[in-house]
Nanobody, 126 residues
Framework: EVQLQASGGGLVQAGGSLRLSCVVS????????IGWFRQATGKEREGVSC????????VYEDSVKGRFTISSDNAKNMVYLHMNSLKPEDTAVYYC???????????????????WGKGTLVTVSS
């Protein structure tokens, strides 16, 4: 059974940092693209970043480039999202999700991931 669980959310002041963690079980990270998505209240879910640990390729949504960094640790089956210079508009529930690498990066762009974890709430105060 494939499971993903995000953690690490919390309340932080604008300009602060958080590290989100996604523990993955039931699949091999090298065979999947792992993505972070977020959904703010009243807004559609959007892709934030994704990574292929086998190719080391990463993708970032424009508004987080230069502030967020995605990384993976295959030995621990973990994917991280390091978030710096947080802004109030980053406030959302953040989810990690997985899609087989052979489905292509378009699956992340479309939000058509195969497996989803429960989210973790990030609140950035001004």
């Amino acid at each position: 059974e494939v499971q993903l669980q995000a953690s690490g959310g919390g309340l932080v002041q604008a300009g602060g940092s958080l590290r989100l963690s996604c523990v993955v079980s039931g699949l091999t990270l090298d065979d999947y693209i792992i993505g972070w998505f977020r959904q703010a209240t009243g807004k559609e879910r959007e892709g934030v970043s994704c990574i292929s640990s086998s190719t080391s390729r990463t993708v970032y949504e424009d508004s987080v480039k230069g502030r967020f960094t995605i990384s993976s640790d295959n030995a621990k089956n973990m994917v991280y999202l390091h978030m710096n210079s947080l802004k109030p508009e980053d406030t959302a529930v953040y989810y990690c999700a997985a899609v087989p690498l052979d489905r292509g990066w378009g699956a992340f762009i479309k939000g058509s991931m195969e497996y989803w974890g429960k989210g973790t709430l990030v609140t950035v105060s001004s």
